[in-house]
């Protein structure tokens, strides 16, 4: 696995391709957009609906490179990408916790996360969402460290 950092950007994780993310709304209820986003997921390819929460959007790509390596090297604590990502998001490693912690809420606008601009865009279709604004992906320098490590396998 290569995962390149340039000036905090992560690239070419997917053969071209990169996590994308979107501050979005819909009219939908939430168990709705997460069967539509659910069943645009599976094996690396995911939409991950979150709370649009500051804390939370600092968190995605952090929490989806930990997550990545965790899945290429067949060692996810989770049965997807997706809830690898959402527990690394969320700090914890029970899935009920990272839910309550930064799952989407039932109203309001919410953050989806994917892996990929295309698939972002069929999900936003599907669900007959609207983008909000789009988000743009850094990795923070306050988070580089931690990221290396853990890619590392150290503690």
């Given at each position: 696995?290569?995962?390149?950092?340039?000036?905090?950007?992560?690239?070419?994780?997917?053969?071209?391709?990169?996590?994308?993310?979107?501050?979005?709304?819909?009219?939908?209820?939430?168990?709705?957009?997460?069967?539509?986003?659910?069943?645009?997921?599976?094996?690396?390819?995911?939409?991950?609906?979150?709370?649009?929460?500051?804390?939370?959007?600092?968190?995605?790509?952090?929490?989806?490179?930990?997550?990545?390596?965790?899945?290429?090297?067949?060692?996810?604590?989770?049965?997807?990408?997706?809830?690898?990502?959402?527990?690394?998001?969320?700090?914890?490693?029970?899935?009920?916790?990272?839910?309550?912690?930064?799952?989407?809420?039932?109203?309001?606008?919410?953050?989806?996360?994917?892996?990929?601009?295309?698939?972002?865009?069929?999900?936003?279709?599907?669900?007959?969402?609207?983008?909000?604004k789009n988000i743009s992906l850094q990795l923070d320098r306050k988070y580089a460290v931690k990221v290396a490590m853990?890619?590392?396998?150290?503690?």
């Amino acid at each position: 696995m290569e995962v390149k950092i340039n000036n905090g950007f992560v690239d070419d994780i997917f053969n071209g391709n990169h996590p994308v993310a979107c501050l979005a709304a819909a009219e939908l209820d939430k168990e709705e957009l997460l069967e539509i986003s659910l069943g645009l997921s599976s094996g690396k390819n995911f939409v991950l609906l979150v709370k649009n929460n500051s804390i939370i959007h600092d968190r995605l790509l952090p929490a989806f490179i930990s997550a990545y390596v965790r899945y290429t090297e067949k060692h996810m604590r989770s049965s997807s990408l997706q809830k690898e990502i959402l527990l690394f998001t969320a700090g914890t490693m029970n899935v009920g916790k990272a839910i309550k912690a930064a799952g989407i809420s039932d109203n309001g606008e919410f953050i989806a996360f994917s892996s990929s601009k295309a698939l972002l865009d069929k999900f936003i279709k599907d669900s007959h969402s609207k983008i909000v604004k789009n988000i743009s992906l850094q990795l923070d320098r306050k988070y580089a460290v931690k990221v290396a490590m853990a890619g590392l396998g150290a503690k």
